[in-house]
């Protein structure tokens, strides 16, 4: 409620604006401040899992500004990560399924339950939300979340920021696939 209070007082704080922009860049992650960590993979925020970067000892902004992105992304992502969120990707005889806060991938063979991160949900989402490109392609995407005014079937193509995120996701499916069948 005091964050609430000290915007409405203050106008949008410039950290705000920031982390909202960010967002519909595509993009979400927290901010910390402290040493930045040594291990390839940044760390998680428990009660979300979405990734946090640090600033390091000097931080852009103040502690405030940190707790306000922060808030701020919180927020945001709490209107997509939704139940009624849902997105199937098409990338030939493979499939990913996600509704119901679970991923799926599926091929001729069989069909595994896979990991996605906050992060890679909303590349693919965003996509399906601002891709005006009508070009055909190898992986179709049909998406869905709250924030969208209806259902988008867009298709990826090799320079899309959400190709690498698919790839990720196809390559983990595979990867799943084969060590569960040892």
Same mark, same amino acid.
């Given at each position: 409620?005091? @964050?609430?209070?000290?915007?409405?007082?203050?106008?949008?704080?410039? /950290?705000?604006?920031?982390?909202?922009?960010?967002?519909?860049?595509? %993009?979400?992650?927290?901010?910390?401040?402290?040493?930045e960590s040594e291990d390839p993979d940044a760390p998680r925020d428990r009660a979300t899992g979405i990734e946090i970067f640090t600033d390091g000892c000097e931080p852009i902004g103040t502690d405030m500004d940190i707790t306000l992105w922060n808030f701020t992304m919180q927020k945001l992502w709490?209107?997509?990560?939704?139940?009624?969120? &849902?997105?199937?990707?098409? /990338?030939?005889?493979?499939? @990913?399924? %996600?509704?119901?806060?679970?991923?799926? %991938?599926?091929?001729?063979?069989?069909?595994?339950?896979?990991?996605?991160?906050?992060?890679?949900?909303?590349?693919? =989402?965003?996509?399906?939300?601002?891709? &005006?490109?009508?070009?055909?392609?190898?992986?179709?995407?049909?998406?869905? %979340?709250?924030?969208?005014? /209806?259902?988008?079937?867009?298709?990826?193509? &090799?320079?899309?920021?959400?190709?690498?995120?698919?790839?990720? =996701?196809?390559?983990?499916?595979?990867?799943?696939?084969?060590?569960?069948?040892?």
């Amino acid at each position: 409620m005091w @964050l609430t209070i000290l915007i409405l007082t203050a106008g949008v704080p410039h /950290a705000v604006s920031d982390a909202v922009a960010t967002f519909d860049q595509g %993009y979400l992650f927290f901010r910390d401040i402290g040493m930045e960590s040594e291990d390839p993979d940044a760390p998680r925020d428990r009660a979300t899992g979405i990734e946090i970067f640090t600033d390091g000892c000097e931080p852009i902004g103040t502690d405030m500004d940190i707790t306000l992105w922060n808030f701020t992304m919180q927020k945001l992502w709490a209107r997509v990560n939704r139940a009624e969120t &849902s997105f199937t990707v098409t /990338a030939g005889d493979e499939f @990913l399924h %996600y509704e119901n806060f679970l991923l799926f %991938y599926e091929d001729r063979d069989e069909k595994i339950g896979i990991v996605i991160y906050p992060e890679e949900l909303w590349s693919i =989402l965003h996509h399906a939300k601002t891709c &005006s490109i009508t070009a055909l392609g190898q992986i179709r995407v049909e998406a869905f %979340y709250p924030g969208m005014a /209806a259902p988008a079937t867009v298709f990826i193509t &090799s320079d899309d920021p959400a190709m690498r995120t698919v790839q990720t =996701l196809l390559r983990r499916g595979r990867d799943n696939t084969i060590s569960s069948e040892n």
